[in-house]
């Protein structure tokens, strides 16, 4: 179960970095404006992906 929270944490900052690149830095290479949502979709990514890797690493039962 640790190494599938871990897993799942590493997967979720995945999607933040995809999310990131395709919906914030793009915009802004292009010169366009960016939706303020994929900025709230890269930090919940994050923040779960946080969650899960702490959760899988911790000693004892996860």
Do not use: H, Q, R
Request: charged content about 20%; aromatic content about 12%; some cysteine.
């Amino acid at each position: 179960m640790k190494d599938l929270l871990k897993e799942l944490g590493k997967l979720s900052f995945d999607f933040a970095k995809v999310i990131f690149a395709l919906a914030i830095i793009t915009p802004v290479l292009k010169d366009e404006s960016f939706n303020y949502w994929s900025i709230t979709a890269v930090i919940i990514c994050v923040a779960i992906g946080s969650i899960y890797i702490y959760k899988g690493g911790k000693d004892g039962n996860a």
